[in-house]
Every structure is written in structure tokens, then in C-alpha cells.
Nanobody, 124 residues
């Protein structure tokens, strides 16, 4: 079945950590770039991070650099987003996305498949 399934969201206090997981199935996982997007209430969806097929090249939006780390396991067909030093402004629904192999990670124009999303709430 062609799908991306996210997990790992939840409620965390400012300064805390969460690890999001994205399990992929139904396609040649190791061919594609995989990314994480997020959408806060009333805001546009933004590209947070992505990782190219080989796992060597990554992208992070400026607001998460130094705090978030993306990784992938091409054997397990999974991508992870380790989020540290979380801030209230990180609160959003986080979506895993399959991006074309050399597609943009900054916006969703090259996304061909979305997960259902997982809610991250950073609040005291």
C-alpha cells in the first residue's frame, strides 16, 4: 500500500525534545527525497527539513537549524526528525512528504505523497 505514516507527536514543554518517525511503504523509498513540513494554525505550510535519497545531503529551514536533525534508514524505509530545544512557535501539525528525487525542500511543489500528519504542541 502506497503510504507514509507519521508517529511521535505529542505535548512537550518548552526546551523539551520529541522524535518524529515516518514509515514508508508501497514505493522505492531509497529513490526519493523525504521531507518534513509543518502547518501551524492560520499559517501557511512550510518546509522544515528534508533528506536526499542517499542520506548525505540535508536541508533545514533557518528557524530549526541547530535544534532539529533529520535522518533516514533505507533498510527500514523510515525517516526520523529529532527535535530538541523545542519552542512554542514549533507548535504545528507535522507532515512527512515524498519529494521528487531532486525536488525542492522549501515548498510543496514537488511533493507527490503526504502522510496524515502528527500534532506537536509545545506549551507549559
Amino acid at each position: 500500500q502506497l503510504q507514509l505514516v507519521e508517529s511521535g507527536g505529542g505535548l512537550v514543554q518548552p526546551g523539551g525534545s520529541l522524535r518524529l518517525s515516518c514509515a514508508a511503504s508501497g514505493f522505492a523509498f531509497d529513490y526519493y527525497t523525504i521531507g518534513w513540513f509543518r502547518q501551524a494554525p492560520g499559517a501557511a505550510r512550510e518546509g522544515v527539513s528534508c533528506i536526499r535519497a542517499t542520506g548525505v545531503n540535508t536541508y533545514y529551514v533557518d528557524s530549526v537549524k541547530g535544534r532539529f536533525t533529520i535522518s533516514r534508514d533505507n533498510v527500514e524505509n523510515a525517516v526520523y526528525l529529532q527535535m530538541n530545544s523545542l519552542k512554542p512557535e514549533d507548535t504545528a501539525v507535522y507532515y512527512c512528504a515524498r519529494i521528487s528525487r531532486y525536488g525542492s525542500c522549501r515548498n510543496d511543489r514537488d511533493v507527490g505523497l503526504w502522510g496524515q500528519g502528527t500534532l506537536v504542541t509545545v506549551s507549559s
